[in-house]
C-alpha cells in the first residue's frame, strides 16, 4: 500500500504583501484626462497642418531664390506675387483663368455623363462590361495630349478641340473608378436591392452609387486633376483662338516675352486653384457623404 505523502511538509507560496496607494489628484492620471495643449489642439486641426506645410515650401522658395539671385531663372516668392497681382488687376490673367475654366467645366460635365452612360451599362449587361473593359485599356493609357493633332483636324483651333482631349482625360479615369466601385459592392447588398425590387437605372442610382461612392469620389478626383493638367498643357501648345487663350496661353506668352515672375504667377494661379478645388469642393463632398455616412474616417 502506497504510503501517503503529508502535505505539511510542502513549502506554501510566500503570501504577496498588499499594496494600497492613494492617489491625490484623480485628474492627473493617465493622457487621456490630461486637457490637450493649445499646440496639440491646433495640430489635430487639418488645415493648420497643411497652412503649416505652404508656409514652410513659402519660406523654402523665398530662401533659394534669394541665394540663387537669378530673377530671370527662378524668381522669388515677392516677385512672383507681384506679378501675381498687377495681372490680376490690370492684366488679363482674371479673364485667361475664366476662359479656362469654361471649356474645362464643359469637357470634364460631358466626360463625367459619358462615364455614368458606359458604367451603366457595364453594370446592367455582361457584353457593356466586355466593352468597358476593352475600349479601357486600350483609350486610357493613351496621353489626351497626344489626341491633339487629330482634334485640331477634326474640330479646327478652338475650344472644342480643348474639349475633346478633356472628355478624353476624364472619361477612362472615372469610368474605372466607378465600374471598379459597382464590381466590389457585396452581394447581400446586392439582393437586398432586388428583393425590394429595385432595377436597371434605379438599381444603379439608388443602390450601387451609394454603396461605391467613395470609389466614385476617388474618380472624380483623378479625373479633375486629368482633366486640369491636359486643359493646361493643350493651351500651352494652341492655346489662342481670336485672340483669346486661357491660362496655359497666358503661361506661354509670358514665356515667349521673358516675363519670367509672370509665368511664375501663371503657375501659381494653376496651383491655387488645384489647392481649392482638391480641399475645398471634394473635401465638402466627402464631409456631406461618405465620411457622414460612416463609410470613411
Known sequence: MAERISTSSVPLPPIRPERRITLDVMGTVGDVARPLAPFERMANITAVRRLFVLVVLAVAWEGYARWAGNSLLFPSLTETLQAFWEAAVDGPLIQRTLNSMRVLAAGYAIGLLLAAVFTTVAVSTRIGTDLLSTLTAMFNPLPAIALLPLALLWFGLGAQSLIFVIIHSVLWAVALNTHSGFTSVSQTLRMAGQN?????????????????????????????????????????VFGASSRSGGLGWFIFENRNQLEIPSVFAGLLTVILIGLFVESVVFRSIENVTVKRWGMQS
Open 196 to 236: 425590394v425590387g429595385l432595377r436597371g437605372l434605379s438599381y444603379v442610382i439608388l443602390l450601387l452609387v451609394p454603396a461605391a461612392f467613395p470609389s466614385i469620389l476617388t474618380g472624380l478626383k483623378i479625373g479633375w486633376a486629368f482633366a486640369w493638367r491636359t486643359l493646361i498643357a493643350a493651351e500651352l
